[in-house]
């Protein structure tokens, strides 16, 4: 039965595009694959060793050898495996329809020939540094461990200053033209960066910090990579996706060790117990979930639930993390089950609610002592709490526009913020005062045209 109604849709198919006319991989074959296959069949996954996020890994094959045979469907391993009543492909989500199990199937029959434009085998690779007419937003910042370096989010790239703002030391430049988060190892030797293009592309790329190079960059999904934390060990690096995911990365390898799929919505930010045995991740679905790094099983949700979380970040000693939320709350929480809640929904594991702020928070972050906790957002200021007793401690005001990025200094009470402005804004918080201000992206000046 199933049989004919495949060569049914396969006639009608034929009768739609033309029996003369061939099937492209890249405008027809690919979208199919990226819909139904790329989740389990990319880089950092690689279920039976198959990657299809390429037309060579499709080629390859996988640990059974190739799934293809040029101009031989019938004997093509990978219309056995997407066709019949249940197929054995997909594992997660619908099954191909049989439209597109006939298209295929006719690609196969026609050759199986790649037509993916030069142009379009990786159209997020730049051949050189970009150049920036104007500061451009910054979204991520990160002081190196030993604080002689910060990181800054670019277009394609993310720049190393040194820590004053005095030189670029390297610009370290990728596939991903928008950059979401970075993270350095605690021994400063690797940095981790996050992002990609909405909608297109997720990455996570791991760079040699001393030698400026690319160690791997790492494929996730269609959609940007948010929130990128390494373990304590720095052998693993967790992130959350718009796809509503967690991943847990091997750092070696590459190769994905585990992917949490218990959100429902996007997933902003991610951090390690201090032991490195658990992952905390925060959702725009308002949850932050307690899972085990060794498993993924799901331990609980440590908050509850009242807005979304938009960013994360753990004491530098202890499990305890601190959120911002999207209507502007702060809150710190135990990073432990939650196994106190009741019928009444009792928040068991807060530890302090701070004074809510006039809009959504986008970045928030503690000193290395713990003894304060910075926060910024939507609104053009900066506030500075102890963490003691949630008093404010400073505000800083005269940013033009909202702040996305926070840093502190591993050994100098400095604090670096970045946003919209495209200016980082340095200060000193034993005094409440700004020290340094620089724009960390090399400007080239458009031509004046003269009259």
Not at 29 to 39: D, R
Not at 150 to 167: I, N, P, R
Request: net charge neutral; hydrophobic share 35%; charged share 25%.
């Amino acid at each position: 039965m199933f049989r004919a109604i495949l060569i049914a849709s396969f006639t009608f198919t034929l009768s739609v595009l033309g029996e003369d006319k061939a099937v492209s991989y890249y405008d027809q074959v690919t979208p199919i694959l990226k819909k139904s296959c790329t989740g389990c069949h990319h880089p950092g996954k690689l279920k039976g060793e198959l990657d299809l996020t390429t037309f060579a890994g499709f080629k390859k094959g996988g640990k059974h050898g190739v799934v293809f045979k040029e101009g031989d469907p019938k004997n093509s391993s990978v219309i056995e495996e997407i066709s019949g009543k249940e197929p054995s492909m997909p594992k997660e989500g619908d099954p191909l329809s049989a439209a597109e199990v006939a298209l295929i199937e006719k690609w196969i029959s026609e050759g199986a020939k790649d037509d993916t434009p030069a142009d379009k085998k990786n159209p997020f690779k730049i051949s050189e540094p970009p150049t920036y007419a104007a500061p451009g937003v910054i979204s991520a910042l990160a002081y190196s461990p030993d604080g002689e370096l910060l990181a800054v989010s670019g277009y394609h790239e993310t720049l190393l200053h040194k820590s004053d703002g005095s030189a670029i030391v390297a610009r370290l430049i990728g596939d991903s033209p928008r950059i979401e988060s970075v993270a350095f190892s605690k021994n400063g030797k690797l940095l981790a960066i996050s992002g990609g293009a909405p909608a297109l592309m997720g990455e996570v790329q791991i760079w040699d910090v001393e030698k400026h190079s690319l160690v791997r960059a790492i494929p996730l999904g269609t959609d940007s990579i948010y929130g990128v934390s390494f373990s304590p060990e720095g052998d693993r690096v967790a992130c959350g996706g718009a796809d509503k995911s967690v991943r847990l990365l091997n750092v070696a390898d590459g190769k994905e060790l585990f992917k949490f799929d218990n959100h429902s919505d996007w997933v902003f930010g991610t951090t390690f117990s201090v032991d490195g045995k658990r992952v905390l991740t925060g959702s725009r679905d308002r949850a932050m979930k307690l899972i085990t790094a060794a498993n993924a099983q799901f331990i609980d949700d440590i908050n509850k639930l009242l807005e979304n979380v938009i960013c994360i970040s753990r004491h530098p000693k202890e499990d305890i993390v601190a959120y911002g939320g999207e209507q502007g709350g702060v809150r710190t929480y135990r990073m432990q089950e939650n196994q106190g809640r009741t019928a009444a929904n009792n928040d068991v594991n807060i530890v302090r609610e701070f004074e809510r702020q006039p809009g959504a928070v986008h970045a928030i972050c503690f000193t290395p002592d713990a003894t304060l906790l910075a926060v910024g957002g939507s609104s053009d200021e900066i506030r500075v709490y102890k963490t003691g007793d949630g008093k404010r401690a400073f505000t800083f005001k005269g940013l033009n526009g909202a702040i996305f990025a926070l840093s502190a200094h591993p050994t100098k009470n400095l604090l670096a913020a970045g946003g919209f402005e495209g200016k980082i804004h340095v200060y000193e918080l034993e005094k409440g005062t700004e020290t340094n201000s620089f724009v960390p992206f090399p400007i080239k000046a458009k031509p004046v045209a003269v009259r």
